[in-house]
C-alpha cells in the first residue's frame, strides 16, 4: 500500500484521491496532512513478474493541501486541485517540474479535462466553474457561478467537448453549459440585435478568429 515520504512519516496523513490513467500504466494518490500541504504519489506499472503491480516512481511534496485529480485522454497529464485554489499540472512524461495555474480563489474542487486535452474545468468549493486552456495557462472567459447556495459536487466534459456538465447537491439537479463557441456568437448577437463591436467580443470574450458579423434576422 502507498506509504508517504520518509520525512513526513511523523505527520498525520489523509489519502484524499486515487486514481488509475487512461492507459493504465499510471496510479495516483494525493495526501493531504492534517496540518499543511501533502503530496502526490505517483506509481508506475511494474515489470511482469515484479512482486509489486506498482512501483513508486515520482513523490510531489505540495505546500497546499491536494485534493482531487483528473487525468488527460492520453494518460500524460495530471491535473491536481488543491485548497489554496492553485491547480498543479503534472507531466507524467517527462516528470518535468509540475506546473501551477495561478489560484481561482478558493479551494478546488472536482476536475475534468476535455477529450481533446485542450481546456480544464475546475468546479470550486465557492460554487464557481473556471475553465483553463491548457496550452496557454490562462482562464477561457470568466468564472461561472452556479448559485450563492449551491454545493457542486462534480463536472465533466461531452465526449465532443461541446457541454460542460456540473453536478448540484442544493440544486438537486446537473447544470449543462453550452461551451459552442458558435452558439456563443449567435446568443450575443440575438441580444444586440446588431454585429458586435471589437470592444463588445472582447467583452463578450469572442475569439478574434471567429465570425465578423450576424445573420441577418
Avoid: H
Avoid at 485548497?83 to 507524467?92: P, Q
Amino acid at each position: 500500500s502507498p506509504t508517504p515520504a520518509k520525512e513526513d512519516e511523523s505527520k498525520p496523513w489523509l489519502a484524499v484521491a486515487v486514481g488509475f490513467s487512461p492507459d493504465g500504466k499510471s496510479f495516483v494518490v494525493t495526501r493531504s496532512s492534517e496540518s499543511a500541504g501533502g503530496s502526490i504519489e505517483i506509481y508506475r506499472r511494474g515489470n511482469p513478474g515484479d512482486p509489486m503491480p506498482f512501483v513508486k516512481s515520482q513523490s510531489i511534496a505540495t505546500d497546499a493541501r491536494p485534493y482531487f485529480i483528473a487525468f488527460s485522454a492520453d494518460g500524460k497529464l495530471l491535473a491536481v486541485s488543491q485548497n489554496s485554489g492553485e491547480i498543479m499540472l503534472v507531466d507524467l512524461e517527462t516528470k518535468a517540474p509540475p506546473g501551477k495555474l495561478p489560484s481561482a480563489a478558493g479551494e478546488g474542487g472536482r476536475l475534468a479535462i476535455s477529450s481533446d486535452n485542450s481546456r480544464l474545468a475546475v468546479i470550486g468549493l465557492d460554487g464557481s466553474v473556471i475553465l483553463w486552456d491548457i496550452a496557454s495557462r490562462t482562464p477561457f472567459g470568466r468564472p461561472i457561478k452556479l448559485g450563492d447556495a449551491s454545493l457542486p459536487t462534480g463536472v465533466a466534459f461531452s465526449p465532443e467537448n461541446w457541454r460542460l456538465v456540473a453536478a448540484d447537491a442544493n440544486l438537486k439537479n446537473m447544470v449543462a453549459l453550452d461551451l459552442d463557441v458558435g452558439s456563443w456568437i449567435e446568443q450575443a448577437c440575438q441580444v444586440a440585435g446588431r454585429s458586435l463591436s471589437e470592444e463588445e467580443r472582447r467583452n463578450y470574450q469572442l475569439p478574434a478568429n471567429g465570425p465578423r458579423t450576424c445573420a441577418s434576422p
